[in-house]
């Protein structure tokens, strides 16, 4: 039957710790993990790491060029003089799907390493972790939304959904900026490089397990990159350039080794490009 471990980081039954040892030393070949996961659960993997996001990517494509055309199509809908509660869902919608695009990709060491260790048996045990995961990031849309709502009502906002002023920009690099030298930030960015770490410290047999799982690790993420997505404000919430930095960014600071002195670095060039901002 499936059951949640009550206690935290509770050791993974025998056959998993096997599947996590036999995979834990190729976790720095990502190759081997992708083929040894696709062996297993092919069609969670590739619905979960290739045909969300690209969909996902495909949606907002589509807006953003309507947005910065015609504005007849798929974005139509944000010209709305009045936000009612159907617009404010849409508005919702429409950050949840972003998140998905750009941080759902980033969160595929831990998918795939929990799709080897668990093996063909339990294919929806990678659905419920997916989920956990994205349920954070939904939550974390819900707070944009009202975010954006807030600013766009106190005219920092345009309706192009872009900052209004140098000054709004410039505080927005601030924030990014300081919360990228934090112990805060630094904290979070290590569960999020360490996804083999993170499954035997967390680890939770079963459906619901694997769900909490996926929120643990997702509060890590959205720890790890809050103040990053606050940038889409900055540059533009539909722009494609910007929204395709920062998910190459983020996806930079997780996979690559330099990630933590990374994330010092960028956090010094943010406040570089604020001050740029605030005096030119």
Not at 40 to 46: A, D, E, M, V
Not at 91 to 113: F, G, N, Q
């Amino acid at each position: 039957m499936d059951s949640t471990r009550p206690s935290r980081g509770a050791a993974p039954d025998a056959s998993v710790v096997s599947g996590l040892s036999r995979e834990s030393v190729t976790v720095s070949r990502p190759s081997t993990l992708l083929e040894s996961a696709l062996r297993f659960n092919r069609t969670p993997i590739l619905l979960l790491l290739v045909l969300l996001p690209a969909v996902s990517w495909l949606w907002i494509v589509v807006m953003a060029r309507d947005m910065y055309g015609p504005m007849t199509g798929a974005s139509a809908w944000m010209m709305t003089p009045r936000w009612d509660v159907s617009h404010l869902l849409l508005l919702w919608a429409m950050w949840a799907v972003m998140m998905t695009a750009m941080m759902l990709p980033s969160a595929s060491p831990l998918v795939l390493l929990y799709g080897a260790a668990v093996r063909r048996t339990l294919p929806g045990r990678i659905y419920a972790l997916a989920g956990g995961y994205l349920a954070l990031w939904t939550l974390f849309s819900l707070a944009a939304t009202v975010i954006q709502r807030l600013l766009a009502s106190l005219l920092l906002l345009s309706p192009m959904m872009e900052a209004a002023s140098s000054r709004t920009t410039a505080a927005l690099l601030v924030v990014a900026g300081v919360y990228q030298l934090t112990p805060a930030k630094r904290a979070c960015l290590r569960a999020c490089q360490s996804p083999l770490g993170f499954l035997m410290s967390h680890w939770r047999d079963g459906l619901s397990g694997a769900f909490r799982m996926g929120l643990e690790h997702g509060m890590h993420c959205v720890g790890c990159c809050w103040a990053l997505m606050l940038l889409l404000f900055a540059g533009g919430v539909m722009n494609l350039a910007v929204i395709a930095a920062l998910t190459a960014f983020v996806a930079l600071e997780k996979f690559v080794s330099v990630g933590r002195r990374g994330a010092a670095v960028s956090g010094i060039l943010l406040l570089a490009a604020a001050l740029w901002v605030a005096f030119h």
